[in-house]
């Protein structure tokens, strides 16, 4: 049996999102810059994906940007954000991905910025008292939290973050790669300075992601060389990775909440599944659902002498999961986040995430490979 419960690295790609870029594939080649008509019917389709993006989430076309990825994104934001507006002071977690942990870093080691990390407790909460603090000491700051951690799930108010911000003047990016198509965004109301999605983390293709950019907050092109995406980011459009990303999108929003009943019940099975059959089995981060990314469960064992083969043995069970975040899987550099929140390194953390194609029957299977691996050893 083959078992994918890796969904926060990549998720499946969805049958019609596949189909809608095929379609394209077959019948719309033109370069979206070239004004004849095969240009201008392909350029139609990019704004049309744009337009579909920003109904969503409740904003303008003109906000929303199309790139590489969540990487992209948060690069763009954070460089350009800070350096386009003379920000000289940034606010972030020890928690947050290395695409805006090792830039925002970068900005310090050059001397761009004074970098200042908030306190995280053991469930990767951040210290928002101190976020208060720092901003009133430090207003025009730049911050950055993301809305749902990718190894652990806790989810930071994000809504209040904003608030906080625009009382003291800040410019408040979210990583939102993980909640995007998960969560319902609504930008406006939000009042936030950036947000950034990438298709792949719901069932869309690699390669493509966008950034949201309040119309409020002025910044200049992260890649320069082309007019493309009204002259904010040269290089020609990924126009079938932007069409499978709109559809994408799409479908998560039409079925949000019948998606997240059904895979917060299968998180939910899993929790009791573990804490009924292994001993002294932990969870990572907060659980409970109003707290929680419902598609992400991290989980510690006690079987601390197979602890290196862990996911090695999940592996040869043909069980697909990752040891903390897929952007550290294989390296001998333990996970940051876990640090961060004191995690018992001598326990083995594996982080299951799951989608709208996993089953109980997953779960089930899964739970027995650990039973094996965890009762065997102990």
């Known amino acids: 049996m ?29 370069n979206p810059s070239s004004i004849h008509a095969h240009g201008r019917k392909v350029k139609t389709i990019i704004e049309r994906a744009r337009k579909t993006v920003a109904g969503l989430l409740h904003v303008s ?9 969540g990487t992209e994104a948060d690069n763009t934001a954070i460089v350009r954000g800070i350096i386009d507006n003379g920000i000289s002071h940034a606010i972030t977690s020890p928690l947050e991905h290395h695409a805006v942990l090792h830039t925002l870093e970068e900005l310090e080691r050059t001397g761009t910025i004074r970098l200042s990390k908030l306190a995280v407790n053991a469930q990767g909460y951040v210290d928002l008292q101190q976020l208060e603090q720092l901003l009133r000491e430090n207003p025009h700051s730049f911050v950055s939290l993301m809305h749902a951690n990718n190894e652990i799930g806790t989810l930071t108010d994000i809504e209040y973050v904003s608030a906080l911000c625009k009382q003291y003047g800040a410019i408040f990016h979210s990583d939102t790669v993980q909640t995007m198509g998960h969560f319902a965004h609504d930008l406006h109301k939000l009042q936030i300075d950036f ?41 020609t459009e990924n126009v079938y990775g932007i069409v499978g990303l709109a559809k994408a999108l799409e479908i998560c929003h039409a079925h949000m909440e019948e998606h997240r009943q059904y895979i917060q019940g299968l998180k939910s099975y899993m929790i009791d599944q ?41 592996d040869i069970a043909g069980i697909s999961a990752s040891g903390g975040s897929a952007c550290s899987s294989g390296s001998d550099i333990g996970s940051h986040v876990l640090q961060a929140i004191g995690a018992d390194p001598q326990r083995p953390c594996v982080r299951f995430s799951f989608s709208k194609y996993n089953t109980r029957e997953d779960i089930d299977y899964v739970v027995d490979k650990i039973k094996e691996c965890c009762l065997d050893k102990v």
């Open 2 to 30: 083959q078992v994918y419960l890796d969904n926060a690295a990549t998720t499946p790609i969805d049958p019609e999102v596949i189909k809608a870029m095929v379609e394209t594939m077959e019948n719309d080649f033109g």
């Open 61 to 69: 076309p003109a906000e929303i940007f199309f790139t590489s990825g």
């Open 195 to 235: 947000v950034t999605g990438a298709a792949h983390k719901f069932h869309g293709p690699k390669g493509v992601g966008f950034i949201y950019v309040n119309h409020n907050t002025k910044i200049k092109p992260f890649i320069h060389g082309g007019a493309q995406e009204r002259n904010m980011r040269g290089g």
């Open 274 to 314: 573990l804490t009924a059959h292994v001993p002294d089995v932990r969870f990572n981060g907060a659980i409970a659902p109003e707290n929680s990314l419902y598609t992400v469960l991290n989980v510690s064992f006690p079987c601390t002498d197979i602890a290196d083969m862990m996911l090695f043995t999940l």
